[in-house]
């Protein structure tokens, strides 16, 4: 991910007058840097050699789709804004690509309002995954940290705790945790911290048990 203001997005469409287009109205209706590319292979290259934010590709072309280029995105790029940009339009397209985990996808419109809308849908994406980007990091240096750490809300209920702080001990009442730095998620049937308490004083690891085919963590208070 780039650390310049402007998001730098990689476009890829096989049709040169349809390219030029679109590189045109990125161009003028945002500050976005538009590196471009007839062959998808191409757009790959540029992804994993330079700083990119968002790749916007067209669906049908010769050397791989756009789903097939999705897919290797997803593969090598993790969670990177890839937004399908095409004039295929069918359910079945927009099937593959929502399960390859497209960020978006839209249908190529002879008008300025389509390229708006792009542009609009690529500042979301890069937006939000950028956001994303900084809380890993965030979180990776409070895991590093080695000692118990917590975030609360204004009722006492826990919104983020570390690894360290999971260590800590007791085994009587469930209380929600919410989020945690791995992405697993814990129930909430608790009632918050008790106000005489500590969280570092009443907080331990739970179970760990599968459920709708995710992890989730039970986390419990010894009051």
Known sequence: MTT???PRV??????????????????KLSSFEVPTCSDPRVALDIVRDSDID????DYDMPAMTGVELLE???EDHGSLPLILFTGKGSEEVASDAISAGVTDYLQKQP????YELLVNRIENSVSEHRATRRAERYETVLEALGYPVYVVDERGRFEYVNDAFVDHGGSEVTVTVGRTHDGFYVEDDGDGLPDDRSPEECFEAGVSEHRDGGLTRRRRLNF
């Open 111 to 114: 008008s300025s309002e389509q």
């Open 4 to 6: 310049s203001e402007s």
């Open 54 to 57: 968002c790749v916007v590709s």
């Open 10 to 27: 990689v476009y890829a469409d096989d049709d040169a007058a349809l390219l030029d287009l679109g590189e045109t109205y990125l161009r």
């Open 72 to 74: 290797t995105v997803r």
